[in-house]
């Protein structure tokens, strides 16, 4: 079962991210990383919803139409009459800095942008 932050939402790491990534994305206000749940980069999205338990089971979730892929990067997704908030970060491996660094230069007039 996952931690719940303050707020109704929950922090969720799926792959490999840096303590950098999740202090820029994840910090609460407490400025503590504990509600930061981590798995395994290939769970569906019905497996973190049952995980979250706000399904019982990943095929009730499949049944009430979250048989969705999760995209890369990051993603914010609102789930149920409470609306509760799943913030997912997907990557396989951890962004190097110098790489992270290079999207925020611009070439010409064009600001780089995209997947890094």
């Known amino acids: 079962m996952f931690t719940k932050c303050f707020d109704n939402s929950f922090n ?5 991210a840096t303590k950098r990534e999740k202090n820029l994305l994840f ?6 990383l504990e509600h930061i749940n981590e798995l ?7 497996v973190v919803l049952r995980e979250a338990g706000l399904f019982k089971s990943s095929s009730a979730a499949r049944n009430n139409g979250w048989d969705k892929q999760i995209p890369l990067k990051w993603s914010e997704w609102i789930v149920g009459k409470n609306k509760t908030r799943l913030f997912i970060l997907k990557q396989e491996k951890a962004t190097p800095f110098w790489l ?3 999207s925020l230069f611009t070439i010409g007039k064009k600001r780089v942008v995209g997947e890094i």
């Open 100 to 102: 992270r660094c290079l």
């Open 27 to 32: 910090l609460d206000r407490s400025n503590t």
């Open 40 to 46: 395994p980069f290939n769970t569906s999205l019905p």
């Open 12 to 16: 969720i790491v799926l792959g490999v």
